[in-house]
């Protein structure tokens, strides 16, 4: 069964500072990976996705995230922490997207301080 | 382009009232899923339909029945409301594998706010 662990439920940081949100995942065939964000009273939109090309992934508004299989890790990352970044944050995983459902992580709520 | 639309947006309920939470998305997707959110407990993935006729349970479906209506549409059924499914329910859908790899795996609603007192 796959599982997803997300390393602290708040996470703080002042503006400017990098962000680090830590993501490890557990599956047993080769994971697709996704973190996605939510602003409140809102739904959920993708951030970004690991689909087994590029271990180094790209999202939108300056994230990024690192697969490492060998630390089976999905950390997302922002070198530069904005105001608008204050969220939550879910990591996700799956084996067959598209055909089995995402198994998300419990989330973290990102604080940016002035 | 809307996208995955759910209704109501709001509503409150007694002990042991019924309701129906409604789902409709306009991307031809094949996959429908209702998932829960409570606070310190991420989604849960309640009910699925991973195509038109099919549903199946998630992890958390005691409480709740489905229809997968059409390929559109994809309701949430709580025959007997209880308190402890006080939460936000949250609709979501995907295309087939290549779409979803390319797209982003899932498409959510905007969520229904549910209080049962």
């Known amino acids: 069964a796959q599982s997803v662990t997300q390393l602290g439920s708040h996470v703080s940081v002042s503006e400017g500072a990098l962000v680090l949100l830590r993501c490890n995942y557990s599956?047993?065939?080769?994971?697709?990976l996704f973190w996605y964000v939510q602003y409140p009273n809102q739904g959920l939109q993708l951030l970004l996705k690991?689909?087994?090309?590029?271990?180094l992934v790209k999202g939108i508004n300056g994230f990024e995230a690192e697969f490492k299989k060998s630390e089976t890790s999905f950390h997302l990352t922002k070198p530069s922490a904005h105001m608008s970044d204050a969220a939550e944050y879910f990591c996700?995983?799956?084996?067959?997207?598209?055909?089995?459902?995402?198994?998300f992580g419990k989330g973290t709520r990102l604080s940016v301080i002035a | 382009n809307a996208g995955v639309t759910q209704t109501p947006k709001f509503q409150v309920l007694k002990t042991g009232q019924s309701m129906t939470l409604q789902c409709a998305q306009d991307?031809?997707?094949?996959?429908m899923y209702w998932y829960r959110q409570d606070p310190g407990m991420g989604l849960r993935l309640i009910y699925y339909?991973?195509?038109?006729?099919?549903?199946d349970k998630g992890e958390v479906p005691n409480g709740y029945n489905v229809s997968r209506l059409n390929k559109r549409e994809f309701s949430l059924r709580l025959e007997s409301a209880a308190p402890s499914q006080t939460s936000v329910y949250f609709c979501?859908?995907?295309?087939?594998?290549?779409?979803?790899?390319?797209?982003?795996?899932?498409?959510f609603g905007e969520g229904s706010r549910l209080t049962v007192l």
């Open positions: 979501a859908s995907s295309g087939a594998r290549r779409v979803a790899l390319s797209t982003g795996e899932l498409f």
């Open positions: 599956s047993s065939v080769p994971p697709y």
């Open positions: 690991y689909t087994s090309a590029a271990t």
């Open positions: 996700a995983v799956t084996d067959q997207p598209g055909n089995t459902p995402l198994v």
């Open positions: 991307m031809n997707h094949n996959s």
């Open positions: 339909s991973a195509s038109e006729g099919t549903t």
